[in-house]
């Protein structure tokens, strides 16, 4: 059964760093292009970042741009979000998904991906 596991979430002052990893297991998600997403107490769940499958693009929420990072590594089946500057308006619990086999392209849509991590909590106090 594929499974995402996030793992890096945790309590920060304003303007560290965070570097969150997303491991997959039960099959090879090579092929998949990935996102991050996260969503507010109290707010829908809103895109991040997303990489195509083998690396080739990303794509940054406006809100992020400049200050988060997406990378994979296929090898290790680990997806990453290096998260600089962060901001009290970053905290939300962080999800990493995953689109299905063959689906390579990047997207923004909550809709658009098939497996979901458990969410890890990133917190930044200001």
């Known amino acids: 059964q594929a499974q995402l596991v996030e793992s890096g979430g945790g309590l920060v002052q304003a303007g560290d760093s965070l570097t969150l990893s997303c491991a997959a297991s039960?099959?090879?998600?090579?092929?998949?292009?990935m996102g991050w997403f996260r969503q507010a107490s109290g707010k829908e769940r809103e895109f991040v970042a997303a990489?195509?499958?083998?690396?080739?693009?990303?794509e940054y929420a406006d809100s992020v741009k400049g200050r988060f990072t997406i990378s994979r590594d296929n090898a290790k089946n680990t997806v990453y979000l290096q998260m600089n500057s962060l901001k009290s308006e970053d905290t939300a619990a962080y999800y990493c998904?995953?689109?299905?086999?063959?689906?390579?392209?990047?997207?923004?849509?909550?809709?658009?991906?098939?497996?979901w991590g458990q969410g890890t909590q990133v917190t930044v106090s200001s």
């Open positions: 990489i195509a499958s083998y690396g080739s693009s990303t």
């Open positions: 998904a995953a689109r299905p086999p063959h689906y390579y392209d990047v997207r923004r849509a909550v809709a658009e991906y098939a497996t």
């Open positions: 039960g099959r090879t998600f090579g092929s998949s292009a």
